[in-house]
């Protein structure tokens, strides 16, 4: 609540259980949650703040495939540019229409999809 104070109770209990917090987890401290709900409740405050701009660094790690499918719907929906690190390949095809490598101290950039990325680098196991 105190990071979206404009937010009616409703739509911040609505914003709860899209990212699975439900009863008494709801009310929980932060300090007593595991470290896969911590990163829900931040990517959820993220997410709900008008933003047009996330940088994220392997924002899947620490998520339970549910909470990983949340999160990918609500980045799919997410009108604004997403810069991320993964390693989650499955999350990489779903999100991406651009793949910027950094390898050797060289930046390449593939503008496509990740299988374009993964064709035209060579990195396609064949």
Known sequence: ???????????IRNLCAAFLFQGDTVDKQIKLLSGGEKSRVVLATMLARPLNFLIL????????????????????????????????????????????????????SYGGDYEYYLRKSGHLPG
Do not use: C, W, Y
Not at 63 to 89: C, M, N, P, Y
């Open 57 to 108: 660094d392997e924002p899947t790690n620490h998520l339970d495939i549910q909470s990983r499918e949340i999160l990918l719907g609500a980045l799919q929906k997410f009108t604004g540019t997403v810069v991320l690190v993964s390693h989650d390949r499955h999350f990489l095809r779903s999100l991406v229409n651009r793949v910027m490598e950094v390898d050797h101290g060289e930046m390449r």
């Open 1 to 11: 609540q105190d990071a979206l104070p404009q937010a009616n109770i409703g739509t």
